[in-house]
Each structure stands twice: as C-alpha cells, then as structure tokens.
C-alpha cells in the first residue's frame, strides 16, 4: 500500500516556540491530505484540509493563526505549531487519500513543557 | 456533513469469545466506512473498509464488518479474539465527494483470560 511518513515522531518544545510537523506521500502525488489531533484516550479530530498550491480549509474552532499548513507541494504538507503552550500537547496525525483510501502517517507526539 | 457514533465506550470480551462493536453513521449518500485499530501510542491501522458492492466485508486479523443501510449501520465482528486484539477501535465515515474522513469516538476492547 501507499506510504506516508510523518516527522518527526516526538518533539518536545519549550512554551512559546514553534514546532514544525512534516508530513510526505512517499510514493504517490497526494493533491489533499488531512491533519487530526488526538488527546489522550480520546478520538482523532479533524484540524484542517491541506490543499496543494492553496490555502487550507480549517475546521470550524481550529485556531487558523496558530496551526499554519502549508501544503507547497504534491508530496509535502507542513504543520506548524505556533507559540506553542502546553495545552497544545498532543498527538498529531497527518493523512493523505488515493483512489478514495486514506493512508496514515504514524503520528507525531508534541509535548510543550 | 457526515458523523460517526460509536455507542460503546469500553466492551470487554473473554479471549476466545466473539465480538461485535457497534457503529452508526450520518450521511446524506452512500458513504466509504472503515474501521482501524490503534494500540496505545501507536498510529493507526486499517482493519477493512466499505466503498461499494458486498455489504459483508472481510478485513485483515479475521474481523467483519458488514454494511446495512436500512440501519446506518457498519458494526465490526470478530468470531474468536485473542489477547492481542485489546486496543482501541475507530470506525469512521468518508465523503465521496471530498475524501474527508470523520472517525467515532472509538471503543476501548478490553481482552479477559
């Protein structure tokens, strides 16, 4: 199957820095891919859609200025966290889709200390 | 837009007994269904998943799902667990028209011996 790779898997980062999450189809062009959050024990929420060569499509409470994706091409899309404070601690899920199947990166874990 | 609702927060099965975790969908047309598995701290992987055709599909790891649009409904089975299968489950839901997948809150399976 498809491949996706996400880095890094783990960060830690210091309260009001920025973090940056990479998220590559490694063997297929992905024009959309997708990026989730999970809290502990908790499900996967839908952040936002990433869109090739345009801005990204935000879900409805998903603070645009403070999660920035840029998707500049059909195999990358970036997360970035900024100013990050510790309640942005989470796991970050990035996908991308083919022929209508979504394919999982392995997720990065962000603790803000 | 479409939205998944998993009825069952936790389920807990004897090993060797059969399983069926339940899932009910909202979405105005026919839509692709999945179920994933994910093991504590790690990403997610896909069990099966429902585009068209046969309503009963056949997953990896021996588990089911079947398709019954009458009920909105794509419940998971499996006929026999092992210890291994202890995880959480998410069934999710996908637009056809976006690739946009929602996933349920998910269903912790706890494994007895």
């Known amino acids: 199957g498809a491949v996706v790779s996400q880095h890094p898997s783990w960060v830690i980062c210091k309260s009001g820095t920025s973090v940056k999450i990479e998220c590559r189809s490694l063997?297929?062009?992905?024009?959309?891919m997708f990026w989730y959050r999970q809290f502990p024990k908790q499900s996967l929420m839908l952040m936002a859609t990433?869109?090739?060569?345009?801005?990204?499509?935000?879900e409805q409470g998903v603070e645009k200025d403070k999660f920035l994706i840029n998707h500049a091409s059909l195999t990358l899309s970036t997360l970035t966290v900024t100013s990050a404070h510790p309640e942005d601690s989470s796991f970050y899920i990035c996908?991308?889709?083919?022929?209508?199947?979504?394919?999982f990166g392995q997720g990065t874990r962000l603790t803000v200390v | 837009a479409q939205s998944v609702t998993q009825p069952d927060i936790h389920i807990t099965v004897s090993e060797g007994a059969s399983l069926e975790l339940r899932c009910n969908y909202s979405?105005?047309?026919?839509?692709?269904l999945f179920w994933y598995v994910q093991s504590p701290g790690q990403g997610l992987q896909l069990l099966l998943k429902?585009?068209?055709?046969?309503?009963l599909v056949q997953g990896i790891k021996g588990f089911e799902a079947e398709f019954k649009r009458s009920q909105s409904s794509f419940n998971l089975r499996k006929p026999s667990v092992h210890w291994s299968d202890a995880a959480e489950y998410f069934c999710?839901?996908?637009?056809?028209?976006?690739?946009?997948?929602?996933f349920g809150k998910g269903t912790r399976l706890h494994i007895l011996p």
């Open positions: 996908s991308a889709s083919r022929w209508t199947e979504a394919f």
């Open positions: 063997d297929f062009q992905a024009t959309t």
């Open positions: 990433s869109n090739e060569g345009s801005k990204a499509t935000y």
């Open positions: 979405y105005g047309a026919t839509p692709y």
């Open positions: 429902y585009f068209s055709g046969d309503t």
């Open positions: 999710a839901v996908g637009a056809r028209r976006d690739d946009k997948i929602i």
